[in-house]
């Protein structure tokens, strides 16, 4: 037994990404006919699309007549608009009407997800014609663990998993066996909150049925393994600051790549101009003060850590359904409480480092190590518990209006946190400091 | 056919982070037994575990036999270390040899996940045979979508799929079916690397074999979709400048919560003490030109958000296997052409901010606005390149050394660019504002 791991065909698969269009044609065609097989099946549909133009077109028809209708669906979905309707007449009328059907749907829900090709059985077959019945469907079919049981209107009645129809009986009928309580998703369905069905319930698939009940297709394990990874990758992005790139990152062209990232990386920027309005503002107690200045960007970097932590922690919750919008303030009371903790711990080894560094002889504190120590502490205390308070809320508030939360990035939070975080430490300092360097 | 979503069964599951144990158990005790069953079987291990323990002595039997061998091994590698050996006990021989057996591995590798209750056949059985012989194993299978063909030595010969196997004229014999090129597991391969073979190949089940080709068990997509749901987590976690949580936010336990915080936080906050140093180096400067320091927050903080989307771009794209440790040269030359573009586009937004500021009469700049606005643009380009770099490096250095690169998280970038972005803001500004200024 060959481990696919180290192949040939699989090195070629890894390469992919970094070979120019002709070649990859040229690699393509160069495969024994078993091997292009598995390679095209194995490739994204974004890849499947490309390669399937660049082939001749005496060669495109059996190539995409090798993929199941959804499969097909993504590819087409991928192809430019002009090519679409073109590459939909290669199917045969079957796969056409069913691959047409599934091009109506969002990419990103149920209906776009599911295959139509799924098990079907009557209740009142025996478990031995159930078998039988299967055996003859069992070439058109995307997977055959669960067989659902159809009315004469197509409306689901149950499902029985091959395990069950294996060990039971010949004899017994296939209504006896069937589980009737069980999870399904309608066709709007986004994928995100399919992916969380799968995870709370290990399902291997999932039936989906439209308002009336009747079933439209199933959306298969296999396909929610990459679902998830998308979307993590999606949130991940989000979460570092700029816009999701929907590719490989080695795919993704650089004039893109720049331009998902100079959008936020330019609106942070403007609103961390902001810093600049305020640091003006303060101006002169930084001219009395110069001390000051040398502690501002310990103080803010701290509240943007602490909110990044707290945005971070939330907005992943969220994502896989561990905490929901009316979850809020359970959240911010445990949210408020840590900042308290975390901020304590900061503010002592801030005013550790003051009063250390005034007795190793820094002039920086122009005799008041105390007063700047404690002006330190506890402008740290209140930028952590502020930062805490707006990472974990933000993600909140833009679920609230219908906004993706993992925008609530760590720059984002950090941004907002550092204007809050400047005017806490500027008044602090003026409370503890007016009279002595202020 | 009512939906899962919408029971009571569904909410009590949803609703079960938040109950105490106790009115977990009694909840539990007060289910009919075939919704009790969905639950348990729906549960975390972790959670499992505690209900299991909670229940009376004579209870708990059923409750464990009703797992398949890899999540029992889950439930007891969850329970407290003195009760392992009595669950173990509960166990009919069989699952209490296979469990022992998973226990031996650690959790996150192929061993830990799979199960050893596969489909088998022999070669040279025939199609027929081979179906009647997995409807006698039906019961005793974690899954039945692919039935793995041995020798007489346990050695894996192929594989062959139910689809296959129900399309095929009885009298076939199984290896004229079976597919021999097929991916596989070692029983040490790390569950990262397992999730990227399933969704590299779109598999519904990986066999693993030890180095000699013997089957020990598979490991199926289900347990996949988790895996890839809680590295994700992880990732995000680190990501946010923390430790990974191990367990749902709001199930996590509040010192705990506070602890996988404060570790990273101190830390970082250290780390930016140097930004102290800094400053303190150019206390002298800063007297002299307090206009500098109004302009440190807006500088350093666009170091550390460029750097930001650059690390969390190269930690995903290593998380899924799109970027490996070679691709290092790729990157970088990518990375710094980006950060080129990116940075002009705020040094322009930078040089722009100053001039407007001074023409709408700001006094701040002292009479020599062109001379700061050039200091401001060309600090930004600095800064922004050696975030990018910064950040696009880091993970790669890390995963050299063999650690985890989604350490290098947002606030650690941030850090590290903050001290550095200081050392080119003066030295620029000491450049270009010498004689004037300074």
């Given at each position: 037994m060959t481990r696919y791991e180290t192949t040939e065909l699989e090195r070629l698969y890894e390469r992919w990404d970094q070979l120019g269009?002709?070649?990859?044609?040229?690699?393509?065609?160069?495969?024994?006919?078993?091997?292009?097989?598995?390679?095209?099946?194995?490739?994204?549909s974004q890849h499947q699309a490309m390669l399937l133009l660049d082939l001749p077109e005496a060669e495109r028809r059996i190539w995409l007549r090798l993929l199941e209708p959804d499969d097909a669906a993504d590819l087409i979905q991928e192809a430019p608009e002009e090519n679409r309707t073109e590459l939909l007449a290669l199917l045969d009328d079957l796969s056409r009407r069913e691959v047409s059907a599934l091009l109506a749907y969002e990419e990103d829900e149920a209906g776009g997800l599911m295959s139509p090709r799924f098990a079907r059985l009557r209740p009142d077959m025996t478990v031995d014609q159930a078998i039988s019945y299967l055996r003859l469907q069992g070439p058109h079919l995307e997977t055959i663990y669960y067989a659902y049981v159809l009315d004469h209107e197509q409306r689901l009645l149950g499902v029985v998993s091959f395990r069950d129809l294996f060990a039971t009986p010949g004899n017994r009928a296939v209504s006896d066996l069937m589980q009737c309580d069980l999870v399904s998703a309608s066709e709007e369905t986004d994928q995100e909150e399919i992916a969380r069905?799968?995870?709370?319930?290990?399902?291997?698939?999932?039936?989906?049925?439209?308002?009336?009940?009747?079933?439209?297709?199933?959306?298969t394990v296999d396909d929610?393994?990459?679902?998830?990874?998308?979307?993590?990758?999606?949130?991940?992005?989000?979460?570092?600051?700029?816009?999701?790139l929907d590719a490989p990152y080695l795919a993704t062209g650089f004039w893109d790549l720049v331009r998902k990232r100079a959008g936020w990386l330019s609106a942070l920027f403007v609103g961390e101009m902001l810093t600049v309005t305020a640091m003006a503002h303060y101006e002169e107690q930084l001219a009395q003060a110069i001390v000051l200045a040398v502690f501002i960007p310990l103080i803010i970097s701290s509240g943007g850590n602490s909110g990044s932590q707290a945005s971070t922690l939330v907005i992943r919750a969220m994502a896989i359904g561990e905490v929901r919008l009316r979850d809020w303030w359970r959240v911010l009371r445990r949210e408020i409480l840590s900042g308290l903790m975390l901020g304590g711990v900061l503010a002592v080894l801030g005013l550790l480092r003051v009063l250390i560094g005034d007795a190793l002889g820094s002039k920086v504190y122009g005799g008041y190590p105390t007063a700047i120590g404690l002006t330190v502490g506890i402008s740290l205390l209140g930028v952590v518990?502020?930062?805490?308070?707006?990472?974990?809320?933000?993600?909140?508030?833009?679920?609230?209006v219908n906004l993706d939360p993992a925008s609530a990035s760590a720059p984002l939070v950090a941004t907002l946190v550092d204007v809050t975080g400047l005017i806490i430490f500027f008044s602090v300092a003026g409370l503890l400091l007016s009279g002595k360097l202020l």
């Amino acid at each position: 037994m060959t481990r696919y791991e180290t192949t040939e065909l699989e090195r070629l698969y890894e390469r992919w990404d970094q070979l120019g269009r002709e070649e990859r044609t040229e690699s393509f065609r160069a495969l024994p006919r078993q091997e292009a097989q598995d390679l095209f099946v194995d490739l994204t549909s974004q890849h499947q699309a490309m390669l399937l133009l660049d082939l001749p077109e005496a060669e495109r028809r059996i190539w995409l007549r090798l993929l199941e209708p959804d499969d097909a669906a993504d590819l087409i979905q991928e192809a430019p608009e002009e090519n679409r309707t073109e590459l939909l007449a290669l199917l045969d009328d079957l796969s056409r009407r069913e691959v047409s059907a599934l091009l109506a749907y969002e990419e990103d829900e149920a209906g776009g997800l599911m295959s139509p090709r799924f098990a079907r059985l009557r209740p009142d077959m025996t478990v031995d014609q159930a078998i039988s019945y299967l055996r003859l469907q069992g070439p058109h079919l995307e997977t055959i663990y669960y067989a659902y049981v159809l009315d004469h209107e197509q409306r689901l009645l149950g499902v029985v998993s091959f395990r069950d129809l294996f060990a039971t009986p010949g004899n017994r009928a296939v209504s006896d066996l069937m589980q009737c309580d069980l999870v399904s998703a309608s066709e709007e369905t986004d994928q995100e909150e399919i992916a969380r069905l799968f995870a709370d319930h290990d399902l291997l698939a999932l039936p989906v049925v439209d308002a009336e009940g009747r079933m439209k297709g199933i959306v298969t394990v296999d396909d929610i393994v990459d679902v998830v990874q998308e979307e993590a990758s999606e949130d991940i992005q989000k979460i570092g600051g700029m816009e999701a790139l929907d590719a490989p990152y080695l795919a993704t062209g650089f004039w893109d790549l720049v331009r998902k990232r100079a959008g936020w990386l330019s609106a942070l920027f403007v609103g961390e101009m902001l810093t600049v309005t305020a640091m003006a503002h303060y101006e002169e107690q930084l001219a009395q003060a110069i001390v000051l200045a040398v502690f501002i960007p310990l103080i803010i970097s701290s509240g943007g850590n602490s909110g990044s932590q707290a945005s971070t922690l939330v907005i992943r919750a969220m994502a896989i359904g561990e905490v929901r919008l009316r979850d809020w303030w359970r959240v911010l009371r445990r949210e408020i409480l840590s900042g308290l903790m975390l901020g304590g711990v900061l503010a002592v080894l801030g005013l550790l480092r003051v009063l250390i560094g005034d007795a190793l002889g820094s002039k920086v504190y122009g005799g008041y190590p105390t007063a700047i120590g404690l002006t330190v502490g506890i402008s740290l205390l209140g930028v952590v518990v502020f930062g805490t308070i707006c990472g974990s809320m933000l993600p909140f508030l833009l679920r609230r209006v219908n906004l993706d939360p993992a925008s609530a990035s760590a720059p984002l939070v950090a941004t907002l946190v550092d204007v809050t975080g400047l005017i806490i430490f500027f008044s602090v300092a003026g409370l503890l400091l007016s009279g002595k360097l202020l």
